[in-house]
C-alpha cells in the first residue's frame, strides 16, 4: 500500500517536472523507458562532463591519496575496463603468485577486463575455467591457502550464487578457524560486473552487494570510476583479506577519465568525500553516485543549499568515521544506492548513524533512503527501479523541508 | 512397494553382468569386489629379517583392488618391522583417542557436533605413510585421525573438543576444524573441500613440486555437484589430485545404493581413471596410495580413489548407528575386518614381535592418549574477553576500527 503511494507521488513529481503537459500524454504512450524531451532532471548522466571524473591530467593527478611518484607521472585516457585491464596486468607482472581465471577470461571476458592477459603473461596464469561458480570459488580459496594470489571473475554478479556457500563458509571464515598455521584465503580476489544497464533483467542487472556486506571477513569492494578502479582492485588484489570487487557494468565503457600510469593503490575501507556540503550529506557508491551529483546540483540551484557527497568505496566494512562526521556537521543525511531497499547498504549506514549517540543527536531529519524497489530487477521497468536524478531530488527537497 | 521398486534394478544387474562376463571372459577380474579382509596380505615369515629397519616383501590380497581405466598397482611392497610397529601404533592411538572423545562427550565435556572414526583408522594411517610432509591432505568433518597423522598432537585435538584456548583451533573450530601442516582442515560443508582440494593440487603443478594432494570425501558427499566440478577441472588442468571416497556404506543414515545411482565411487571419475582399495587393510591403502601419487605426478592426472571401509559408530554422536543397520552386520565387521586387529594377526603371523611387545605398545598408546587427554582438561578455556572473539576476522593490525556486538555497548574496538 505504501509503496503504491509513493509510487504515485512520484508520477506526480515526474508530472510536475514536465513544462507542457502535452508531451506528457506522449510520453506515457511510449512502450520502452527513455526520458521526456523536456526533462529538467532525469537526463541521462553525461560523462563526458561530469565533475566526478578526471577529465584532465591535473583533476586525476590533485588527489592526496596518490603517492608523489605517481602525482609526478603521466596519464592514460582510459575507460573502466582499460583501467580494471591496467590493474590486473600490474599485479600479473609484479607477482608470479597472481593468477587470473574465470568463465571466458583468456578470451578477455566479456566485458574485455582481461584482454591481451593470457596473451602477455602466459595461458597458464590467464585461463578458463568451465562453468562451474562453486568450484570457481573452492579452487581459488585452495590456491589462496597456499599463499597464492587468484583473481577469480565470476562472468555476472547474477551468477555469483552457487560460489555463495565458499565465500561464506568458506573463504571469510578460513583465518578464524585455522588455529595455529597462520593460512588464510586473503589472497582471494573476486571481481564481478554488477548493475543495471537498462536491459539486464533479472539475471544480468543485480547488484548483490548487501549479501556480502553482511558477512565478517569479507571485504566488499565498488569503485565508481576508472582511476578509483585501478587504484581500488590493486588494493584489493594485495590485501591479505578475501575481497569482492563489484564492477558497475554500465561504467565499463561510459566513464572514460585520465588515469595515472604508474601502479598505485588506493586505501581500503576509507570513504571520499567527492563534495563539501553543509546542509545534506548524500551517500552513495558506485553508478548510483552520478545520479546523486546531477540532482543535488540542481537542488543546490533550487534551493540554494550545499550538499555535500560520500563514496563509500568500500562498503564492508565500511569507513564510520567520514560519514558521522558529515552528518555530524550537516544534521540530515541520505543513503543511496540501487539495490534493493530492504536490508540494504542503506539500512546498514542509516542504522549505524542513529545508533552513534553523538551523530543521532545532530539529526535534524530522518535518515533516508533511496534504493531500488524491493523487487527483483525487472526489464521493462529497469529504469524506474534504479533510483533516478528525480528521487534522489525529492529525497533531498523533503530532507530539507522536514 | 516403495523398496520393492529400489530392489528390482539391483536384482537385474547381475544378469547384465553374467552376460558381459561370457561375451568377454577377460573382465572377469573387474567384477571382482575388493575384500575388506584386514588380515588378507602375505609374507613369507622366512624371510623376515631381523633388524628392524631392514626391507621385506608383502603380498597382497589379489582381492584388494579393483580398478577402472588402470593398471593396478603392485601387490607386492616393501616394509620394514619399524613401520609395520608404527602403523599398529598409529592406528591404536587415534582410536584409543577416538574412545577418549566419546568417553568425554559422554560426559558432557564436549558439546556440539562430533564426528567419530573408529574402524576406519586403516585409511588415515594408510595415507600418511604413503605421503610426505609436503604432500596435501584435505578432507570433511570426520577429521581427527587425519590431524593427527599430520602432525596435531592428541592434546591439541581433545583440547580443540574442549573447546579450550590451546586447542588446535583456539577452540573456535571444535571437531570440524583441525589445521595443521599439510593439513587443510576440517571442513563442515560436504563436498566443500574437494574444489578446494584441486586448488592445493594446482598449487603444487604451478609451482613444479612433485607432490599431490589427497582430497576426502564420504560416499554421502561424492553426490555433490562440486565434487563433479572439481573433477572436471582436475582432469581438464591435468591436477596431481588423489581424490578418495571413503566409502563406509552410510551417508548418515542413508546406505549408500540409496542415494547414488553408481555406487563404484572410483567410476565416478568417468574420464579419470579410478582405483578401489580395501580400505581396512593399512598396507592395501598405503600401496594404492603410494601407487597413485607417483601416477598422478608422473601422468598429470588426477585419480579418483574408493577406500571401502566401515564405522563402527553412528554418523555423529547424535546418531546410535543402529537404526539403519543390523548390529550383526556391526558385530561382524568388527570382529572379522577390524584393521588394528588385522595388522595385529599379521604382524605377529610373520613375527614381526611377540605379543608382549605388541602389548606394550597397547599400553604405551593408552597411558599416552591417557596423559594428553589429562593436559587438555587442565587446558584453560578461552579467556572471556572480546579481544579473543573478534580476532582473526581480518589481518591483525588492518581491523575496521570496530565490529558489532550485539548491542553498541558490546562493539569490539580495535586498539591499532
Known amino acids: 500500500m505504501k509503496s503504491h503511494l509513493s509510487l504515485r507521488r512520484l508520477n506526480r513529481t515526474l508530472a510536475s517536472l514536465l513544462s507542457q503537459p502535452s508531451r506528457a500524454a506522449i510520453v506515457c504512450n511510449r512502450h520502452h523507458s527513455t526520458y521526456p524531451p523536456n526533462a529538467r532532471l532525469n537526463i541521462p548522466t553525461d560523462y563526458s562532463t561530469t565533475p566526478l571524473l578526471a577529465h584532465s591530467p591535473q583533476m586525476a593527478l590533485s588527489s592526496s591519496e596518490l603517492p608523489p611518484e605517481v602525482k609526478n607521472g603521466m596519464t592514460k585516457r582510459l575507460n573502466l575496463f582499460q583501467a580494471i585491464n591496467e590493474a590486473l596486468a600490474t599485479a600479473l607482472r609484479e607477482d608470479e603468485n597472481v593468477l587470473i581465471f574465470g568463465e571466458d577470461v583468456a578470451f578477455g571476458g566479456v566485458f574485455r577486463?582481461?584482454?591481451?592477459?593470457?596473451?602477455?603473461?602466459?595461458?597458464?596464469?590467464?585461463?578458463?575455467?568451465?562453468?562451474?561458480?562453486?568450484?570457481?570459488?573452492?579452487?581459488?580459496?585452495?590456491?589462496?591457502?597456499?599463499?597464492?594470489?587468484?583473481?577469480?571473475?565470476?562472468?555476472?554478479?547474477?551468477?555469483?550464487?552457487?560460489?555463495?556457500?565458499?565465500?561464506?563458509?568458506?573463504?571469510?571464515?578460513?583465518?578464524?578457524?585455522?588455529?595455529?598455521?597462520?593460512?588464510?584465503?586473503?589472497?582471494?580476489?573476486?571481481?564481478?560486473?554488477?548493475?543495471?544497464?537498462?536491459?539486464?533483467?533479472?539475471?544480468?542487472?543485480?547488484?548483490?552487494e548487501s549479501l556480502f556486506t553482511h558477512i565478517p571477513g569479507l571485504r566488499v569492494i565498488m569503485p565508481r570510476s576508472p582511476l578509483q578502479a585501478k587504484g581500488l582492485l590493486l588494493s584489493a588484489i594485495r590485501s591479505n583479506d578475501p575481497c569482492i570487487f563489484m564492477e558497475p557494468k554500465i561504467l565499463y565503457r561510459a566513464a572514460v577519465e585520465q588515469v595515472p600510469s604508474s601502479p598505485y593503490t588506493l586505501p581500503l575501507s576509507k570513504a571520499e568525500v567527492l563534495q563539501q556540503g553543509e546542509n545534506v550529506t548524500i551517500i552513495s557508491y558506485g553508478q548510483p553516485l552520478?545520479?546523486?551529483?546531477?540532482?543535488?546540483?540542481?537542488?543546490?540551484?533550487?534551493?540554494?543549499?550545499?550538499?555535500?557527497?560520500?563514496?563509500?568505496r568500500t562498503i564492508y566494512p565500511w569507513d564510520r568515521e567520514t560519514v558521522f562526521k558529515s552528518v555530524r556537521k550537516t544534521g540530515r543525511c541520505m543513503v543511496v544506492h540501487e539495490s534493493m531497499v530492504n536490508a540494504g547498504v542503506g539500512a546498514e549506514v542509516s542504522a549505524a548513524i542513529q545508533g552513534d549517540a553523538e551523530t543521532f543527536l545532530r539529526l535534524e531529519a530522518p535518515v533516508t533512503r533511496v534504493a531500488g524497489w524491493s523487487i527483483h530487477s525487472p526489464l521493462m521497468f529497469e529504469k524506474f527501479n534504479i533510483p533516478d536524478v528525480a528521487r534522489v531530488y525529492d529525497g533531498i527537497k523533503k530532507l530539507i523541508e522536514y | 512397494m516403495f523398496s520393492r521398486a529400489l530392489r528390482v534394478p539391483r536384482a537385474a544387474?547381475?544378469?547384465?553382468?553374467?552376460?558381459?562376463?561370457?561375451?568377454?571372459?577377460?573382465?572377469?577380474?573387474?567384477?571382482?569386489?575388493?575384500?575388506?579382509?584386514?588380515?588378507?596380505?602375505?609374507?613369507?615369515?622366512?624371510?623376515?629379517?631381523?633388524?628392524?629397519?631392514?626391507?621385506?616383501?608383502?603380498?597382497?590380497?589379489?582381492?584388494?583392488?579393483?580398478?577402472?581405466?588402470?593398471?593396478?598397482?603392485?601387490?607386492?611392497?616393501?616394509?620394514?618391522?619399524?613401520?609395520l610397529k608404527d602403523m599398529y601404533s598409529n592406528m591404536v592411538v587415534t582410536r584409543q583417542m577416538e574412545m577418549a572423545a566419546d568417553r568425554l562427550y559422554k560426559e558432557k565435556k564436549i558439546r556440539g557436533f562430533c564426528h567419530l572414526s573408529t574402524g576406519q583408522e586403516a585409511v588415515?594411517?594408510?595415507?600418511?605413510?604413503?605421503?610426505?610432509?609436503?604432500?596435501?591432505?584435505?578432507?570433511?568433518?570426520?577429521?581427527?585421525?587425519?590431524?593427527?597423522?599430520?602432525?596435531?598432537?592428541?592434546?591439541?585435538?581433545?583440547?580443540?573438543?574442549?573447546?579450550?584456548?590451546?586447542?588446535?583451533?583456539?577452540?573456535?573450530g571444535g571437531?570440524?576444524?583441525?589445521?595443521?601442516?599439510?593439513?587443510?582442515?576440517?571442513?563442515?560443508i560436504v563436498g566443500a573441500q574437494v574444489p578446494v582440494g584441486a586448488g592445493l593440487a594446482f598449487a603444487h603443478k604451478y609451482t613444479g613440486r612433485k607432490n599431490a594432494?589427497?582430497?576426502?570425501?564420504?560416499?554421502?558427499?561424492?553426490?555433490?555437484?562440486?565434487?563433479?566440478?572439481?573433477?572436471?577441472?582436475?582432469?581438464?588442468?591435468?591436477?596431481?589430485?588423489?581424490?578418495?571416497?571413503?566409502?563406509?556404506?552410510?551417508?548418515?543414515?542413508?546406505?549408500?545404493?540409496?542415494?547414488?545411482?553408481?555406487?563404484?565411487?572410483?567410476?565416478?571419475?568417468?574420464?579419470?581413471?579410478?582405483?578401489?582399495?580395501?580400505?581396512?587393510?593399512?598396507?592395501?591403502?598405503?600401496?594404492?596410495?603410494?601407487?597413485?601419487?607417483?601416477?598422478?605426478?608422473?601422468?598429470?592426472?588426477?585419480?579418483?580413489?574408493?577406500?571401502?571401509?566401515?564405522?563402527?559408530?553412528?554418523?555423529?554422536?547424535?546418531?546410535?548407528?543402529?537404526?539403519?543397520?543390523?548390529?550383526?552386520?556391526?558385530?561382524?565387521?568388527?570382529?572379522?575386518?577390524?584393521?588394528?586387529?588385522?595388522?595385529?594377526?599379521?604382524?605377529?603371523?610373520?613375527?614381526?614381535?611377540?605379543?608382549?611387545?605388541?602389548?606394550?605398545?597397547?599400553?604405551?598408546?593408552?597411558?599416552?592418549?591417557?596423559?594428553?587427554?589429562?593436559?587438555?582438561?587442565?587446558?584453560?578455556?578461552?579467556?572471556?574477553?572480546?579481544?579473543?572473539?573478534?580476532e582473526d576476522v581480518y589481518v591483525k593490525g588492518s581491523e575496521p576500527q570496530f565490529l558489532r556486538g550485539r548491542t553498541p555497548d558490546e562493539n569490539f574496538y580495535f586498539s591499532s
Open chain 1, 113 to 208: 577486463c582481461t584482454m591481451n592477459l593470457a596473451g602477455d603473461y602466459g595461458a597458464d596464469r590467464v585461463f578458463n575455467t568451465p562453468l562451474t561458480e562453486q568450484g570457481i570459488m573452492g579452487f581459488g580459496i585452495g590456491l589462496a591457502a597456499e599463499g597464492m594470489r587468484p583473481i577469480a571473475e565470476i562472468q555476472f554478479a547474477d551468477y555469483v550464487f552457487p560460489a555463495f556457500d565458499q565465500l561464506v563458509n568458506e573463504a571469510a571464515k578460513y583465518r578464524y578457524r585455522e588455529g595455529k598455521t597462520g593460512r588464510s584465503a586473503g589472497g582471494l580476489t573476486v571481481r564481478m560486473p554488477c548493475g543495471g544497464v537498462g536491459h539486464g533483467a533479472l539475471y544480468h542487472s543485480q547488484s548483490p
Open chain 1, 290 to 312: 552520478y545520479t546523486c551529483h546531477a540532482a543535488l546540483k540542481k537542488a543546490e540551484e533550487d534551493l540554494g543549499i550545499s550538499v555535500e557527497l560520500i563514496d563509500l
Open chain 2, 13 to 83: 544387474a547381475p544378469l547384465v553382468r553374467a552376460r558381459a562376463t561370457a561375451a568377454r571372459p577377460s573382465t572377469v577380474a573387474a567384477l571382482r569386489s575388493v575384500t575388506t579382509n584386514a588380515a588378507s596380505s602375505h609374507a613369507d615369515k622366512a624371510a623376515v629379517p631381523d633388524a628392524d629397519d631392514q626391507p621385506f616383501q608383502v603380498t597382497l590380497s589379489d582381492e584388494s583392488f579393483e580398478t577402472y581405466e588402470l593398471d593396478p598397482p603392485s601387490y607386492t611392497l616393501d616394509v620394514t618391522k619399524k613401520e
Open chain 2, 124 to 172: 588415515a594411517v594408510g595415507i600418511e605413510h604413503a605421503l610426505t610432509k609436503e604432500d596435501d591432505v584435505i578432507t570433511a568433518y570426520r577429521c581427527h585421525g587425519f590431524a593427527l597423522m599430520r602432525g596435531a598432537s592428541v592434546r591439541s585435538i581433545i583440547g580443540e573438543l574442549l573447546g579450550r584456548r590451546e586447542g588446535i583451533a583456539y577452540g573456535k
Open chain 2, 175 to 188: 571437531s570440524m576444524h583441525m589445521f595443521a601442516k599439510g593439513f587443510y582442515g576440517g571442513n563442515g
Open chain 2, 213 to 390: 594432494s589427497v582430497i576426502l570425501y564420504g560416499d554421502g558427499a561424492s553426490n555433490q555437484g562440486q565434487v563433479f566440478e572439481a573433477f572436471n577441472m582436475a582432469k581438464l588442468w591435468g591436477l596431481p589430485a588423489l581424490f578418495g571416497c571413503e566409502n563406509n556404506k552410510y551417508g548418515m543414515g542413508t546406505a549408500a545404493a540409496r542415494s547414488s545411482a553408481l555406487t563404484d565411487y572410483y567410476k565416478r571419475g568417468q574420464y579419470i581413471p579410478g582405483l578401489k582399495v580395501n580400505g581396512m587393510d593399512v598396507l592395501a591403502v598405503k600401496a594404492a596410495v603410494k601407487y597413485g601419487k607417483d601416477w598422478a605426478i608422473s601422468q598429470n592426472s588426477p585419480l579418483v580413489l574408493e577406500y571401502v571401509t566401515y564405522r563402527y559408530g553412528g554418523h555423529s554422536m547424535s546418531d546410535p548407528g543402529t537404526t539403519y543397520r543390523t548390529r550383526e552386520e556391526i558385530q561382524r565387521m568388527r570382529s572379522t575386518n577390524d584393521p588394528i586387529a588385522g595388522l595385529k594377526q599379521k604382524i605377529l603371523d610373520w613375527g614381526v614381535c611377540n605379543e608382549d611387545e605388541l602389548k606394550a605398545i597397547d599400553k604405551e598408546a593408552r597411558s599416552h592418549v591417557n596423559e594428553e587427554v589429562a593436559a587438555a582438561e587442565a587446558m584453560a578455556f578461552p579467556e572471556n574477553k572480546p579481544e579473543i572473539l573478534f
